[in-house]
């Protein structure tokens, strides 16, 4: 009988399709993308740079489904889930809860004029975004991270301890993205179906800001954490914890025996996973100025997948190379294209699917072609004299 | 009691419509391996294609139309496009949700993205005793989806294309070795699967909105059908409908449909995860 | 070591230089090609110049033409170029023609926020109609304000909300349900049964409601809510029916209309025995179910297709023209359409200043008579309008029974909220 594992790149020997992780890139190509990065604004602008920024959090949140998924075999339909629980926390620190027609909604719906639970928490949230460095409030992209990532990690220690994680994971990370939704709408404190809005970039007061505008100033900043979050990955690729966790998603039972626990690792490594995409949803809620139950959908979560499948699963740059290429590529169609753009996308990906399902026989093309090149001229005119 | 019988007709009608869903989900997955995220637009295109028939005027023969066009369909879908994806969870996903996209935007191309006008062939409501009557058009969904369910079984388990279905289903490579011609088998049933689609859309689209979005909110409770129910057992998987269905009406009867939706897909993540054995056929 | 098959097939799963160079050069050309088309949508060179330079005035139209919203959003885009097209057939404004910018933001408020990005700082539209839910439009609000841009927003809203930077020219509840609730509890029953879908509009509509309908000597029977979209009521309609209620007051949005509407007849119910009203169920909604499900229902709003006026017959016409004769239209395309005209009043009268704190000072005041009748802009930036109830008959269309006058806007009404403050003021 067919087991649902099987949906997972063939890290149980299942599919035909092999993902693992490619090796981690020369320093030269790598320097190149960043220098590529840094000097983008030269040419985009503020208003370009601006656009650009908001997709930098996104990149980050492909990666903690990347980290799932291309290097465990772990396929997780709730990463928009955590991305939206950390947009919601950061908001809530630095814009304060609900917003004012929420505000006078739960005043409606009680009989007593008077302060509402908001205001209680009103000043909390305030005494923590009033912790700065920089100017920069600091607990709203820390907070997240840890609140998020230590749910993540109760919730991977209850997942993993289940025979088949690799089955469980997505569908109860689907469940979270159904019941997040649904019942997010009904809670006033946290903007209800509007959402938390108008809140403002972290780098709002800062002389970055006052340098290099509204748009600049928050591509950089988002620029900063995703250089760091890749540097680490770098690291982590390379050292002996990567080799750790891939070894937990490819063969835990071997891992175990070498004394290695597998399900901890895998349960740490959900909640890093957890961790980094409600860090990501901090970072984007100050660059797009708001947060709301839709978000946190399960068609969202398909895209963060489409995301990564598009930059494969496991490559370094595919997260990077995936979300980019898909959201810039939707921005502009639909400049052009008004209402049909979604029709010239969806043609786009189908094409590109097969075209990645053929790779074999386009590899073995290329292969061909470059040898025949490569073969020495002398061999040649010897064969074709015979 | 009447409260009772009420919440058993209407989750057995929400029930019927998820079950048509997870059929045909169930068996593109289980013998092609490939998650058809497409699913909920081919329920789409047989709503329209009922809709299109109906507004023609022969509206008996638009649940008929709208079978044969979804599954006329998906055959073409599978002899382009989808036939590349086989046994490729990755690409298969990928895939069908660009079919997908190209689907819905086809559509609202053609049509325009107004509501469809579907009216029901039959719109008499009958009394089912204790003061509480229901729709007769529901009463036929139920029916329908019972016969077919019966029908889809006997397919599977006297015909000789059901015993393949079967046999792919449970081991593919001892399959293969029998010589089995997957592919044929692979593209028949991704028609199946997408007409059951099909027929699910013609048949809740009375009752329902018929725009080119209608398809989104099929996926995710005929997935999560699928799950609960054992992989390729349509008894099973009829069942376990009508228990979501029940359960859905009966906590909606008791607060709300919010509270309803949560509760009911934390019981049902609690189910898969208590009930440990089932999917844990073989460890590496 | 060189192991291999002989056939240039990788033995390890390390691939020959050639091959990764390629594959490494592809993505670097994905990448710059990605990059590359940014830079193209931002600086095409004529947008960077001032939006009413050369001979044209822009107006963004910021719609969903793709996704879930489509079905409600195409058709005020739809009535919004309608309007654009005659003015420049008449020559303009001032002689200048409106270029429309329209743009699609496909039902998701993230892509909303970059296309407002755009249109503001990119396009340099003088002011952008468009929205549909609350939750878009204060996803785009603090741009607006930021920037100091205008937005037209001409969709029925639940008040509470008068920022400087928005001009609501949609009905709210202070004109249709101080209006309507009376009315109903002395004409259709006291005891009120109140459903809507499950996000703010509905429930700030409802709790209005419920207020007034206990001023007025009224019984509040239930109060239940859906989730958006959801189109099971079988449960909903025998808990209605077997609840003591005299009428049912609607507060459902969308897609969950035609499927109440044609679930509250399958389970025995009917307008009749018990009326059905609503502020928001419109011809849009009628098309989606067909007249035989909505006949006998109200709906309180400002505007009706059947509205009897030289103004509204060349409007229905145009639009049946351009779109077909199976087009319908309804009260957020009229409004799109008067608020485009509105535009236009406000930009004549600005004369060659098209700032945005000059329009601020001049659309208080601009009045036109659109097909819903003449609208008002206020300085509350809030519109006055006709208060309409209409009864569906047996072809689809809405019988006035009963015609409120002009009745001014008020998003804080004060018999609801303690501490109105003063408009217009911002968000935050």
């Known amino acids: ?386 | 009691m009447s409260i009772v019988l009420q919440v058993l007709f209407q989750g057995l009608g929400i029930g019927s419509v998820l079950l048509l869903g997870a059929l045909g989900l169930m068996i593109i997955y289980g013998v092609m391996g490939i998650v058809n995220l497409a699913h909920g637009e081919f329920v789409m295109v047989g709503a329209y294609a009922s809709v299109v028939v109906s507004t023609v005027g022969m509206s008996w023969l638009s649940i008929p139309a709208a079978v044969l066009v979804a599954g006329a369909l998906g055959l073409l879908v599978d002899v382009v496009v989808v036939r590349y994806f086989y046994n490729n969870p990755v690409a298969s996903m990928l895939g069908t949700f660009g079919i997908g996209m190209v689907l819905q935007s086809v559509v609202l191309l053609v049509f325009g993205p107004n509501l469809q006008r579907s009216e029901q062939p039959i719109t008499a409501s009958v009394p089912i005793g204790f003061g509480q009557s229901f729709s007769v058009w529901r009463l036929v969904l139920i029916g329908v989806a019972v016969v077919t369910t019966i029908g889809l079984g006997l397919v599977l388990a006297r015909t000789k294309y059901g015993l393949t279905v079967r046999l792919v289903t449970a081991d593919r490579q001892v399959a293969s070795t029998l010589g089995i011609r997957s592919k044929r088998t692979n593209r028949w049933t991704f028609a199946l699967g997408c007409a059951l689609a099909g027929f699910g859309g013609a048949l809740a689209a009375p009752l329902a909105n018929v725009s080119p979005t209608m398809g989104v909110t099929y996926l995710a409770n005929s997935f999560l059908v699928v799950v609960l129910a054992r992989l390729g057992d349509v008894r099973s998987t009829a069942l376990w409908s009508a228990a979501l269905g029940v359960g859905l009406a009966g906590v909606a009867a008791v607060s709300n449909d919010v509270v309803a939706t949560i509760i009911i897909w934390v019981a049902a993540l609690a189910i898969v995860a208590v009930r440990r054995t089932e999917l844990s056929a073989v460890r590496v | 070591m060189n192991i291999s098959h002989g056939n240039g097939a990788p033995v390890s799963g390390r691939v020959r230089p050639s091959i990764r160079v390629h594959r490494r050069l592809l993505a670097g050309v994905a990448l710059a090609g990605a990059l590359a088309m940014t830079t193209t949508a931002c600086s095409g060179g004529a947008n960077q110049q001032a939006a009413a330079d050369g001979n044209t005035i822009k107006l963004g139209l910021l719609y969903s033409l793709t996704g879930d919203l489509a079905t409600v959003e195409t058709p005020m885009h739809d009535a919004a170029l309608l309007a654009v097209d005659e003015i420049n057939a008449a020559g303009g404004i001032n002689g200048k023609k409106i270029e429309p910018v329209v743009e699609d933001y496909a039902s998701d408020n993230a892509k909303a926020v970059e296309k407002a990005n755009k249109l503001i700082e990119d396009d340099h539209v003088v002011a952008t109609l468009g929205m549909y839910t609350s939750a878009s439009r204060l996803a785009v609000l603090p741009k607006f304000e930021q920037s100091n841009s205008l937005l037209l927003y001409a969709v029925v809203t639940e008040g509470l909300e008068c920022s400087p930077n928005v001009i609501y020219t949609g009905i709210t509840p202070s004109q249709t349900l101080e209006q309507t609730i009376p009315w109903m509890l002395q004409h259709l029953g006291k005891k009120v049964y109140l459903v809507g879908s499950d996000y703010i509009y509905p429930h700030t509509v409802n709790a209005i409601a419920k207020k007034l309908i206990e001023q007025n000597g009224g019984e509040v029977v239930a109060d239940d809510y859906f989730p958006l979209g959801s189109t099971e009521f079988g449960t909903a309609v025998s808990k209605i029916k077997n609840s003591n209620a005299d009428v049912v007051f609607s507060s459902l949005v969308a897609g969950s209309i035609p499927a109440f509407y044609k679930q509250y007849h399958a389970g025995g119910l009917d307008f009749q025995q018990r009326p059905l009203v609503s502020s928001i169920t419109s011809e849009a909604e009628i098309a989606g179910m067909g007249a035989d499900n909505a006949v006998g229902s109200y709906t309180a709003s400002s505007y009706f297709q059947s509205i009897d006026s030289p103004t509204n017959d060349a409007f229905v016409k145009a639009i049946k023209a351009k779109y077909g004769s199976g087009q319908f239209t309804d009260r957020e395309m009229a409004a799109a359409y008067s608020t485009v005209y509105m535009f236009k009043k406000a930009v004549e009268s600005a004369g060659g200043d098209l700032s945005t704190d000059h329009l601020k000072k001049v659309f208080p005041g601009t009045s036109v008579e659109g097909p819903q009748g003449t609208v008002t802009v206020e300085s509350n930036n809030n519109t006055t309008m006709t208060s309409l109830l209409g009864k569906v008959n047996a072809s689809g269309q809405f019988d006035v029974v009963q015609d409120f006058g002009q009745v001014k806007a008020d998003p804080f009404p004060a018999s609801v909220v303690p501490n109105p403050p003063t408009c217009p003021v911002r968000v935050k």
């Open chain 1, 1 to 386: 009988m067919k087991k649902l594992s099987d949906l997972l790149p063939g890290l149980r020997g299942g599919g035909t399709h092999r993902f693992g992780p490619t090796a981690t890139p020369k320093p030269l190509t790598a320097g190149l993308v960043l220098l590529a990065f840094l000097l983008a604004p030269a040419a985009l602008g503020g208003y370009g740079s601006g656009l650009v920024a908001l997709y930098l959090p996104l990149v980050l949140l492909a990666l903690s489904a990347d980290l799932l998924w291309g290097l465990n075999g772990v396929v997780s339909f709730g990463h928009a889930a955590f991305f939206t629980a950390g947009a919601y926390l950061a908001a809530l620190i630095v814009g304060g809860p609900g917003d004012s027609a929420a505000g006078t909604l739960s005043y409606l719906q009680a009989t007593n004029v008077g302060a509402g639970p908001g205001d209680v928490w009103r000043g909390v949230f305030e005494a923590l975004a009033a912790v700065r460095i920089l100017g920069v409030s600091v607990l709203a992209l820390v907070l997240p991270a840890v609140v998020v990532g230590l749910f993540g990690l109760v919730l991977g220690l209850v997942l993993f301890r289940l025979p088949s994680p690799e089955v469980y994971v997505p569908l109860m990370t689907l469940g979270l993205g159904v019941i997040m939704t649904t019942s997010l709408v009904g809670v006033s404190f946290l903007g209800a179906s509007n959402g938390l809005s108008n809140i403002p970039s972290f780098v709002a007061d800062t002389w970055l800001t006052r340098v290099a505008g509204d748009g600049m100033s928050k591509y950089y900043f988002n620029l900063l954490f995703l250089v760091v979050a890749y540097g680490v990955y770098w690291w982590f690729r390379g050292s002996s914890w990567g080799r750790r966790w891939l070894g937990s998603g490819d063969s835990p039972l071997r891992l175990d025996a070498l004394g290695y626990r597998a399900n901890l690792t895998r349960s740490l490594g959900f909640g890093a996973s957890a961790a980094l995409a409600g860090f990501a949803g901090a970072l984007y809620v100050g660059s797009i100025g708001f947060v709301a139950p839709a978000q946190a959908a399960v068609g969202q979560s398909a895209m963060v997948l489409i995301w990564v499948a598009v930059g494969r699963p496991g490559s370094f740059f595919g997260p990077l190379v995936g979300v980019l290429t898909i959201q810039i590529s939707s921005f502009f169609l639909s400049g052009v294209l008004k209402n049909s753009w979604q029709l010239v996308l969806g043609v786009i990906l189908i094409l590109v699917v097969v075209l990645m399902t053929r790779a074999a026989e386009i590899r073995a093309f290329v292969r061909r072609t470059v040898r025949r090149a490569e073969r020495p001229p002398v061999e040649r005119v010897a064969s074709a004299s015979e």
